[in-house]
């Protein structure tokens, strides 16, 4: 199935320097082994392709049902050298969200997932 | 602990998250409900080298001058409720901000029930050259280059600096306590350590009040502001109520807000906030403590507060972080809206038009980047295609060490209105102004080499 990130998970992020982090949150705790399980980090790598320069790395905090992940490489520089508009990645949350997880229908079934989502644009495609 | 401790509440406000925040916050935060102590936050990475430079023009600035106004409209809870403030608003210069703070207490007849306590010592521009001819490489952390690399260059150089010289404030008695560059959360932790006498090795409390500090720092980004999660149904914005720490002797806490405000304080809310600038959530560094913010626990206790327990920490690092500001050459931004139909075809041209003048007038850039709002700017490439905008922005910035050919590309955007793709608008702005761009280089030092001093000024 599937299952729009922006359905199962909301977000923050922010910059250090010339890298920005993305909190994503389950909006519900027992989402939270959906992401742990298929918002990997290669995932994350291949979707922000062409948009950060840097590696990925990933930090998981099952106290908060959140992962971290640090994007380097991703504001041109980052804080005053940066000529991008969201030169502080504060809207790279949003980014993220843009992603589609491909979940298994019985393990989506069982994290109470509602119905068949039907797939929605909100990316480049589903798989990238 | 005494039972009176084990019961005992302190409430420490959040009333500004950065230069520039709300100028309501602190009043509203001291006249909506109890609080002991209001925590004001100004400094950002950049702040204290356009500090740096207004020191430089007049040696009685170089401080946030927005605190000034801030302690005028919080005067009567200080003087007469002994509502404590403590705040990062002496920039590179605390004891002139301590001076100005004077004079306006004294123009309101409340000189004698001001005590301001001034921290110093985390200034390092004067010995810079000294730090460096004794080893001290201050190698960028990011690229690891010294800093004799770009020595000449430097504005600004701050060592990021913990609670203890606050605490030993507010052990003297200071009701108004200004640092320079301390960290925004020990501005938090400070009252909380000295209140309930934390000892320096309570690593798990220490962590726990680091954890508050990081809760409340940016304001009202804890509680509604820039919130996404169900976003459409936050109450009340225009009356957004700031975040309030209700901290135990145990290193608990509750985030409220005061009755009668807009936002909301949920535990996604403030999730939304602690993974806010997070890095490894494992070491979350402080000159006080490393707080390991996988420990921490959140429960919804009512309407609008959250309890915070169980946070870890141990020892910290015997290095602190250090701050620098350096001038890194020019860029300037410029910008046209091009309207239907095809409106994202014509920015694309006079985009690549742009790019070919540039090149024949031979300018030479670091960097030049293109974007398109309304069609890719804050996405990038994983936005897709947009479906027939109404209009396209095309906003082009150069950036380089040659001011005279950045100068001179801020002349190329105006022409484009007559001789270009066609269609276009929003130039009133006039010409780009070029900006001079101060750049951060975030490096360590060894903690012994930075001494703090503390002044009460009764």
Redesign the interface.
């Known amino acids: 199935m599937n299952v729009p990130l922006l359905d199962i998970a909301?977000?923050?992020?922010?910059?250090?320097?010339?890298t920005a982090?993305v909190?994503v949150?389950a909006?519900r705790p027992e989402w939270y082994p959906l992401l742990v399980r298929y918002l990997t980090r290669d995932r994350v790598v291949a979707?922000?392709r062409?948009?950060i320069e840097g590696p990925v790395?990933r930090?998981?905090?099952?106290?908060?049902?959140?992962l971290?992940f640090?994007l380097h490489g991703a504001l041109?520089?980052?804080?005053?050298?940066s000529?991008?508009?969201?030169a502080q990645g504060k809207?790279f949350?949003?980014?993220m969200l843009?992603m589609i997880l491909d979940v298994p229908d019985d393990e989506a079934k069982a994290a109470g997932i509602p119905g068949a989502t039907q797939w929605r644009?909100y990316?480049?495609s589903p798989k990238e | 602990m005494s039972t009176r401790d084990s019961n005992r509440i302190v409430r420490v406000a959040s009333g500004q998250g950065f230069w520039g925040d709300w100028l309501e916050a602190p009043r509203r935060q001291v006249e909506g409900g109890p609080v002991d102590y209001l925590m004001l936050d100004y400094l950002a990475e950049v702040t204290m080298s356009i500090l740096q430079k207004q020191k430089a023009r007049d040696p009685h600035m170089g401080y946030a001058r927005d605190f000034v106004g801030a302690i005028e409209s919080v005067l009567p809870a200080i003087v007469e409720r002994g509502v404590r403030v403590i705040a990062n608003a002496g920039g590179v210069n605390p004891p002139a901000c301590a001076a100005a703070i004077r004079q306006l207490a004294e123009r309101h007849g409340a000189a004698g029930k001001m005590r301001i306590g001034v921290v110093t010592g985390d200034d390092l521009l004067p010995r810079l050259d000294e730090l460096i001819a004794h080893g001290h490489t201050l190698a960028n952390m990011e690229t690891g280059e010294p800093l004799s690399t770009v020595r000449e260059h430097v504005l600004s150089a701050n060592a990021y600096i913990g609670s203890v010289p606050i605490v030993e404030a507010l052990a003297k008695g200071a009701n108004v306590v200004i640092t320079g560059r301390s960290t925004d959360t020990a501005l938090t932790m400070a009252p909380l350590r000295h209140e309930f006498g934390w000892r320096d090795d309570d690593w798990d409390r220490l962590a726990a009040g680091i954890v508050a500090g990081h809760i409340i720092e940016c304001g009202a980004q804890c509680s509604g502001g820039n919130c996404l999660i169900d976003w459409q149904e936050i109450p009340d914005l225009a009356n957004v109520g700031y975040p309030i720490v209700e901290g135990s002797a145990d290193g608990s806490f509750v985030i409220a807000k005061h009755p009668n405000t807009g936002g909301r304080i949920t535990v996604p809310s403030v999730t939304e906030q602690l993974v806010y600038e997070m890095g490894d959530p494992h070491s979350y560094i402080t000159p006080d403590v490393v707080a390991d913010f996988t420990s921490i626990q959140l429960e919804q206790v009512g309407d609008d507060r959250v309890r915070v327990f169980g946070i870890k920490g141990r020892p910290p690092t015997d290095k602190l972080k250090v701050s620098v500001a350096y001038q890194a050459g020019y860029k300037a931004i410029g910008t046209l809206v091009y309207a239907w139909p095809d409106a994202l075809a014509k920015a694309e041209l006079a985009d690549r038009v742009l790019r070919q003048r540039l090149d024949r007038l031979g300018l030479k850039f670091d960097r030049i980047l293109t974007e398109f709002l309304g069609a890719s700017a804050t996405h990038g490439p994983l936005a897709g295609p947009p479906h027939d905008p109404p209009e396209v922005q095309l906003r082009f910035g150069v950036r380089g060490g040659d001011r005279a050919a950045v100068e001179r590309f801020t002349r190329e955007i105006a022409p484009l209105v007559l001789n270009g793709p066609p269609s276009v608008t929003g130039f009133a702005g006039g010409r780009p102004k070029v900006e001079e761009i101060v750049a951060y280089w975030p490096a360590l030092i060894d903690k012994g080499v930075v001494r703090t001093s503390v002044e009460v000024l009764a």
């Open positions: 909301h977000a923050r992020s922010g910059d250090k320097g010339d982090n909190g949150i909006r979707h922000f062409g948009v790395e930090f998981e905090l099952p106290n908060l049902k959140a971290n640090l041109d520089g980052g804080g005053t050298l000529l991008k508009t969201d809207v949350s949003t980014a843009r644009t990316s480049r």
